[in-house]
């Protein structure tokens, strides 16, 4: 009889590790060649890498997603996770000096996300919890949410600023609406639950760039109020004290001064990638109550590790940018954000959300193994067959589990910013790496660097802003090339 | 008649499918406009461009009138409120430049020109246009174009919001006042010559 069975049980192994084979490229893996080429501050290669992607996604030509710079309207943002790709998108255009369309990618990208927010719909997100997370719609880090437009106020700056303000206080608005959320908090109507966001700093990159733009503007009282505020959230911060106390006791610059700010984006933002974790009890508390919302018993017996999603921050420590002009050190940049702290924050604080889905997930596999096993057993006298069958069939649905690996990737490690006063006239930036800015100062103005550097150990891209670059030199006229003569 | 079952399914939901795609109309004159649920759409923006250019133009023209078509330098609109302009801005400057050019006292410049000049002069903030060392630069680069501008008009948008949570029955409630306010100045004294401004409040529901 056992020899019997050994085919149909091979048949039935390899059934099973086919669906583990099957298992398709976790996400981190599909955004990989791309992110690797961003990092390694190889931007043509990179945007040909996400233009690929883009393509895929959604359902387009590439030749469609190239020559448009992923702007035609065919192009649809809310498609799978288009959106996060024309993020990545945005980032090479900016380091292709197209503003222009860097915003309009972003301006999508923020769209997508705020239609994809949830507040507190957790009965929703539990029932749910029976695929798995990366074939969910990808709704964006909450930190996402907030960078979004932060980064569109610093590209808009580059622009002349027109909007800057408006996507400030985007930043704000979106920031407390996530703060402000009650995700998690009371789950079965008793009080009883967890609300990850309650966990979260506040990020004071919006506040800083509104005060900036408001002592711009000569609104003194404004300004100081705004910087007060990224005090509170971002701490101690050099280039934010510097600019409370000078808010309230100095003046925006020295006579025939003007002031260059100098925003780098500098290294490699977090990366997800997978990890595993035991189940946690808080996790399991959550679970336990999420499955009287959906009618399952959760076990607690036999849970195995869980990938969960890790943040990966190569350039976690990216060290300060020195700044100088005619030799002489001018100054330096101080951090205003740590995106990849950030991020680690934030996915410490879902972590037992995360798990609880998995617990939630891996019980109603639980479920549907026990069910194959009891037909196996029905149709079959060896109680063995069906034994087996309920082991591989649990087996195949949760070897195949991936931890939810998809983020924001060419995200900068930090946002450094550094604020010098310097004289009216042209000046010559020394960024280090063989970077220069030249930079068109105005008393009383200010004019903006946004340097692109993914590679720390590379120049990046600098930027400066239209009203402050210099005007290209008239291209000498070269007298026209003899024709050859023809054959 | 199975078979005939086992057909239309499919049928069916493939019409059902082709019924949710894409589509498109022309919408008829007077036709009600889309109000965003989100944030301002073109109905809110036309408003407000008719609202405030029409008083811009009523209050300035009587003075133009008299002495001859004047060439307005448009700068442009800065945004003071919570939402970007940014693809709305195009069609704004057109209904502007439109309103102000058929009013009959004003020429209007080339924007392109005036972009230019600005960037030229380093002229980003219109608050700049105030004192007379920037304005003399910016009509110095349009005059050796020999477009120098009489007048200058730029505007800003501002938001104010106000929230409400809602209740058992209702839904959160954000209400959110828009305003375009309109000046225009004297381009070789920077003596404001009009200001205006036009509102529009909406509400929505989360």
């Not at chain 1, 959106?83 to 380091?95: D, I, N, V, Y």
């Not at chain 1, 610093?154 to 703060?179: N, S």
């Not at chain 2, 448009?74 to 439109?98: H, M, N, S």
């Amino acid at each position: 009889m056992a020899m019997k069975l050994l085919p149909r049980r091979r048949c039935v192994a390899a059934a099973a590790l086919s669906v583990v084979a099957a298992a398709c490229q976790a996400p981190d893996q599909r955004i990989a060649p791309f992110a690797d080429a961003w990092g390694a501050a190889d931007f043509g290669r990179a945007e040909e890498e996400i233009d690929e992607l883009i393509a895929e996604e959604a359902g387009v030509e590439p030749a469609l997603v190239t020559e448009s710079h992923s702007l035609d309207e065919a192009i649809d943002p809310a498609r799978g996770d288009t959106f996060l790709f024309l993020l990545e998108k945005s980032m090479t255009r900016l380091a292709s000096n197209d503003t222009d369309a860097a915003i309009d990618l972003m301006r999508r990208g923020r769209d997508v996300l705020a239609t994809r927010y949830v507040d507190s719909d957790v009965k929703g997100w539990l029932l749910s919890a029976v695929k798995d997370d990366t074939t969910l719609e990808y709704r964006g880090a909450d930190y996402e949410h907030v960078l979004t437009p932060a980064l569109l106020a610093l590209v808009d700056l580059l622009e002349g600023g027109q909007d800057a303000y408006a996507y400030a206080l985007q930043v704000g608005e979106v920031q407390e609406t996530i703060l402000g959320s009650t995700f998690g908090e009371d789950v079965d109507g008793e009080g009883n639950g967890y609300n990850p966001r309650k966990q979260y700093q506040r990020l004071a990159i919006g506040a800083y760039v509104e005060g900036l733009v408001r002592e711009r503007e000569g609104y003194s009282s404004e300004a100081f109020k705004a910087y007060e505020r990224a005090r509170e959230w971002g701490g101690a911060v050099p280039v934010v004290v510097e600019a409370c106390e000078r808010t309230t006791n100095g003046v925006y610059a020295a006579p025939q001064h003007g002031v260059v700010h100098v925003i780098r984006l500098a290294g490699r933002g977090p990366r997800l990638v997978q990890g595993r974790s035991p189940m946690t009890d808080a996790a399991l508390f959550l679970a336990n109550i999420g499955s009287l919302l959906i009618g399952e018993n959760i076990g607690t017996l036999g849970q195995m590790q869980i990938p969960v999603p890790v943040v990966s921050s190569p350039d976690m420590n990216a060290p300060e940018l020195e700044i100088r002009a005619d030799g002489q050190v001018v100054g330096a940049t101080s951090t205003l954000l740590d995106v990849g702290a950030v991020a680690a924050q934030q996915i410490e604080a879902n972590m037992p959300w995360i798990l609880a889905r998995a617990a939630i997930r891996r019980t109603v596999k639980a479920v549907g193994a026990k069910a194959v096993q009891d037909a196996a057993d029905r149709s079959n006298n060896d109680q063995g067959v069906g034994l087996l069958l309920g082991v591989l069939t649990n087996l195949a649905l949760t070897a195949g589990e991936k931890a939810d690996t998809r983020n924001w990737t060419s995200l900068p490690a930090r946002f450094q910013v550094a604020r010098l006063e310097m004289p009216e006239g042209a000046h010559d930036l020394d960024l280090g790496s063989g970077m220069h800015a030249s930079v068109r100062v105005a008393a009383g103005k200010d004019s903006y660097v946004v340097v692109v550097q993914p590679d720390l150990s590379k120049a990046g891209v600098v930027l400066v802003d239209v009203y402050s670059s210099q005007p290209a030199p008239a291209a000498p006229e070269t007298p026209a090339a003899p024709e050859a003569p023809r054959p | 008649m199975k078979k005939i079952h086992v057909l239309f399914v499919p049928l069916a939901l493939a019409a059902v499918v082709a019924a949710c795609g894409s589509t498109g109309r022309v919408k008829a004159e007077g036709e009600d406009q889309l109000v965003g649920d989100k944030r301002a759409g073109n109905l809110t923006y036309d408003e407000l461009v008719q609202q405030s250019t029409t008083k811009l133009v009523q209050q300035a023209s009587m003075q133009a009138r008299a002495q001859g078509p004047y060439k307005v330098a448009f700068f442009g609109i800065e945004t003071k409120g919570a939402e970007e302009l940014r693809d709305q801005l195009p069609a704004i400057y057109e209904q502007i430049e439109e309103i102000l050019v058929n009013s009959g006292p004003f020429v209007v410049l080339s924007r392109k020109a005036v972009d230019r000049a600005r960037q030229e002069v380093g002229l980003r903030d219109f608050s700049d246009l105030f004192i007379a060392k920037n304005r003399d630069a910016f009509t110095g680069v349009m005059g050796r174009d020999s477009e120098s501008p009489d007048v200058l008009v730029y505007g800003t948008t501002t938001t104010q919001t106000t929230e409400s949570e809602g209740g058992w029955f209702s839904r959160d409630t954000k209400e959110r006042r828009y305003s375009l306010s309109l000046e225009m100045i004297d381009a070789h004294t920077g003596t404001i010559l009009s200001k205006v401004s036009g509102k529009q409040e909406i509400e929505y529901k989360k």
